[in-house]
């Protein structure tokens, strides 16, 4: 049985990239494979970075891609009125149709895999998702199941009739993380979830989130055998993962939350834009930014920015000047 990692990314999260390969690197348990799904075509700056990387390559099956983002695109047909809100907003086609790709990994060439988003750092090993495969189809450990209305509608009247309240209480997740496995979603399992969507039940995806509220769907409607860590580790030992949380501590390159070491962090709801500038030198502070820049700059440590100025928080509101400078019309840091 193959184990790998899945990572979906382009240019555009080339910093977050680069700290999450070192901290696998460093902290994951083994040198597993990485394959890298490709959001869109824009990889020039990851082809020269993976050159150095030997456990490290692009994932080039296209067949799949395209394969994954049909389906998809049949999916959000079914919805009521996804497109039509999208193109009100100026959106060709489906709400970022690149984030649907990581379905990949269920054709793609591990046998038990593990995905993560870019915006991710490892900090602890992932044997024991690995391992929690031999019992289960598919693994996850997050809290997303405190907050329903990042997954599905919550004001749809369908809700209910397609999953208990026990279930959405329980089973939905973050799809930023999860070990699976290859072939899970067969042609007939999928032409059944089709069929179900476009029966009505399309309506109950979340438009904001596509390819979140999608997978949490296949896996649900699926009865798919799902097992969510923070469920049943022991109370003492479960940590958080978001970088939302504010009392996790800094330690040694580690983050930890009440002494114990988290698994990983999860750099959620920050722009990309915000690493980019940051690593650019501009002295914008975020939480948890030193552990970032360790893995950032690990091996480019002369590449480091050094900053002189007085940090500027990441939610600070604009300043006086931005403020007018916005009213005129005049675009600001470009």
């Known amino acids: 049985m193959t184990e790998g990692i899945y990572i979906l990314a382009n240019d555009v999260v080339f910093d977050q990239l680069v700290a999450l390969l070192n901290s696998l690197e460093v902290n994951a348990g083994k040198n597993y494979p990485v394959s890298i799904i490709p959001y869109d075509d824009r990889l020039e700056r990851i082809r020269e970075e993976i050159k150095h990387r030997d456990n490290v390559e692009i994932f080039t099956d296209n067949s799949t891609m ?35 790709r990581r379905f990949c990994g269920f054709d793609g060439i591990f046998d038990k895999f593990i995905y993560l988003d870019a915006d991710i750092l490892i900090l ?20 997303q199941y405190k ?15 397609v999953f208990p309240q026990s279930r959405l209480d329980n089973e939905i997740f973050c799809a930023g993380l999860y070990g699976a496995k290859k072939g899970l979603f067969n042609e007939e399992r999928k032409k059944n979830l089709l069929s179900k969507l476009e029966s009505g039940e399309a309506e109950i995806l979340y438009k904001n989130a596509p390819d979140q509220t999608i997978l949490n769907y296949m896996i649900m409607r699926s009865e798919v055998s799902s097992y969510n860590l923070s469920h049943h580790l022991p109370a003492e030992e479960v940590t958080g993962c978001c970088v939302t949380s504010p009392h996790f ?26 690493f980019s500038r940051v690593c650019s030198g501009e002295n914008i502070d975020f939480p948890y930014r030193e552990t970032f820049l360790h893995y950032r700059y690990l091996h480019e440590p002369d590449k480091r920015p050094k900053f002189t100025t007085k940090p500027v928080a990441y939610n600070a509101p604009p300043s006086l000047s931005t403020r007018v400078l916005k009213k005129l019309g005049i675009k600001v840091g470009a």
Do not use: C
């Not at 394969?67 to 970022?96: N, T």
């Not at 602890?124 to 809290?143: A, G, R, T």
């Not at 907050?147 to 009739?161: A, G, K, R, T």
């Not at 698994?263 to 709801?269: A, D, E, M, Q, S």
């Open 124 to 143: 602890n090993s992932l044997d024991y998702i690995f391992e929690q495969l031999n019992n289960n189809d598919f693994v996850i450990y997050d809290f």
């Open 249 to 274: 501590d800094e330690q040694d390159n580690l983050v930890y939350d009440r002494g114990n070491r988290l698994t990983y962090l999860h750099y959620i709801g920050l722009s990309s834009k915000l």
């Open 147 to 161: 907050d329903l209305s990042h997954v599905y509608n919550v004001n749809s009247n369908n809700l209910l009739d």
């Open 66 to 100: 395209k394969l994954w983002e049909d389906f998809s695109a049949q999916i959000w047909k079914a919805h009521p009125d996804a497109y039509k809100v999208w193109q009100e907003k100026g959106i060709s086609g489906v709400y970022r149709l690149g984030m649907h």
